[in-house]
């Protein structure tokens, strides 16, 4: 049986109290943090660093998932990693050699992701399959929170799925965007195995009750 995981996005948490938005979600029995790395190039936002996750990272043993949106990514992979970030994911659309920042993260000993955003074609990217452990399906236009969720990507969420079966592959897929209970469900049926969502869950004043609801979701069946 497939386990879905949540992973709350912190760009949704109150940024003044981090430490104890990050200690919310885990207690709530998230699965995963989601962590968006902004640089104003790639996205049209500026959001956080290394440093801040490094602070972080003593709060906490949940795993970090670290979405770098983000121009040559290798650039800084180490920083990240040096930092707690359990998984890197880099942006196929950014420029950059990707081969060499999934190689990296990798040798680094921790668990390289790949994303796509709703317009790039899930078959861009399938020479890096067997390269990765995550695949990240953004289902809105990144760089910004609070968008709504865009059905057209769903299609690519199914493609995916039955390449990564037909290839028996392991690797998580992951959606990032307008993330809630009722597109969360369309998702896992499709075949996410990851949730990644920010104000759907951080709204909320106990977001346990919810998480436990979207772990239940009916998986994907081939």
């Known amino acids: 049986m497939v386990m879905i995981k949540v ?5 949704s948490a109150d940024f ?5 938005e990050l200690k919310r979600a885990e207690n709530a029995g998230a699965d995963w943090i989601h962590i968006d790395v902004m640089d104003g190039m790639f996205v049209p936002n500026i959001t956080i660093g290394p440093s801040v996750i490094k602070a972080l990272r003593p709060l906490s ?3 970090f998932d670290v979405h770098l949106m983000i121009e040559d990514p290798v650039r800084y992979v180490k920083d990240f990693s040096d930092a707690g970030a359990d998984m890197i994911t880099v942006h196929a659309e950014s420029e950059g050699n990707l081969n060499d920042a999934i190689k990296k993260i990798r040798e680094l000993g921790r668990s390289p992701g790949i994303s796509i955003n709703p317009g790039t074609p899930f078959r861009t990217i399938e020479e890096y399959m067997d390269k990765v452990d995550l695949l990240l399906i953004m289902t809105v236009q990144p760089g910004f929170g609070g968008q709504a969720f865009r059905e057209e990507c769903v299609q690519k969420i199914t493609q995916a799925r039955k390449f990564i079966d037909d290839n028996r592959l392991n690797i998580e897929i992951a959606v990032d965007g307008g993330i809630n209970r009722g597109t969360g469900e369309i998702c896992v049926k499709a075949g996410a195995t990851v949730l990644a969502a920010g104000s759907a869950l951080f709204s909320l004043a106990d977001m346990a009750a919810e998480i436990k609801i979207w772990k239940s979701f009916e998986t994907y069946r081939p």
Request: net charge positive; no cysteine; glycine share 8%.
């Open 7 to 11: 992973s709350p996005s912190m760009l």
């Open 16 to 20: 003044s109290r981090l430490g104890e």
């Open 61 to 63: 043993k949940i795993p």
